[in-house]
């Protein structure tokens, strides 16, 4: 009997690591930086960008979080986190530049595999 319970915690203990693995594999890499700190990072950037231009830095920080938002939307996959991860390496914190070039590649990456 105890050697079943043992069992029993050992398969438990493999499904938790099995799926703790597999959500950091997929997990958004937008998703690393939490909204706030996103937001600060994108304020910083644009008022060093545009300085003292206060409505301009408005109206792209709120457009940069409306991006920020879509783009923790998209669906986690290896495909889709790899074109992301790529470009948030690049631009980041530019969430703008990130979900358009994002689009992009992934309207490529799916015209290229109906091929």
């Known amino acids: 009997m105890n050697s079943i319970r ?4 050992s398969t438990i203990i493999a499904m938790f690591l099995l799926m703790l693995m597999t959500s950091s594999v997929f997990a958004n890499p ?3 930086v939490n909204r706030s700190q996103a937001q600060a990072d994108l304020k910083a950037e644009l008022l060093k960008t545009y ?5 301009t830095v408005e109206m792209l920080l709120n457009a940069g979080m409306r991006d920020y938002d879509t783009l923790i939307s998209i669906p986690e996959n290896s495909i889709n986190n790899d074109i992301i991860k790529e470009l948030k390496n690049t631009y980041y914190p530019s969430f ?3 979900l358009m070039l994002y ?3 992934k309207e490529s990456y799916d015209k290229l595999n109906k091929q």
Not at 6 to 9: E, I, R
Request: glycine share 6%.
């Open 51 to 55: 300085g003292s231009s206060y409505s």
């Open 30 to 32: 937008i998703s690393e």
């Open 103 to 105: 689009k992009a590649n």
């Open 96 to 98: 703008s530049t990130i």
């Open 6 to 9: 043992k069992n029993d915690n």
